[in-house]
């Protein structure tokens, strides 16, 4: 089992940034491509962003490369999600997921992951 643990949400104001964390529990980390996923209320879960487990390949959801970065460090066996300019369309609960890939692949359908984070709230105010 991996257990994912995300922190960093909060309440800010519209053009903040905020700096999304997902910590792992195991080494095994490592060997997992991770991705971030979004879920406001009345709406489905959405991808935002995916990074492989080596040679840090990303993929990031319509409209939002420019503004989110994710990042891993796998050293601190945690992905980080860069969030920059936020508007209110960004205020939603963020999840991180893992899923045991080879190495430079990536998912970004929900089904595909195996393991997911409880959540944090991120709330921008307009």
């Known amino acids: 089992q991996l257990q994912l643990v995300e922190s960093g949400g909060g309440l800010v104001q519209a053009g903040a940034s905020l700096t999304l964390s997902c910590a792992a529990s195991?080494?095994?980390?490592?060997?997992?491509?991770v991705g971030w996923f979004r879920q406001a209320p009345g709406k489905e879960r959405e991808f935002v962003a995916a990074?492989?487990?080596?040679?840090?390949?990303?993929e990031y959801g319509d409209s939002l490369k420019g503004r989110f970065t994710i990042s891993r460090d796998n050293s601190k066996l945690t992905v980080f999600l860069r969030m920059n300019n936020l508007t209110s369309e960004d205020s939603a609960v963020y999840y991180c997921?893992?899923?045991?890939?080879?190495?430079?692949?990536?998912?970004?359908?929900?089904?595909?992951?195996?393991?997911w984070g409880q959540g944090t709230q991120v709330t921008v105010s307009s």
């Open positions: 195991r080494r095994a980390f490592e060997r997992y491509a």
């Open positions: 990074i492989s487990r080596s040679f840090g390949v990303t």
């Open positions: 997921a893992a899923k045991s890939t080879i190495m430079t692949d990536y998912r970004i359908k929900t089904y595909d992951y195996d393991y």
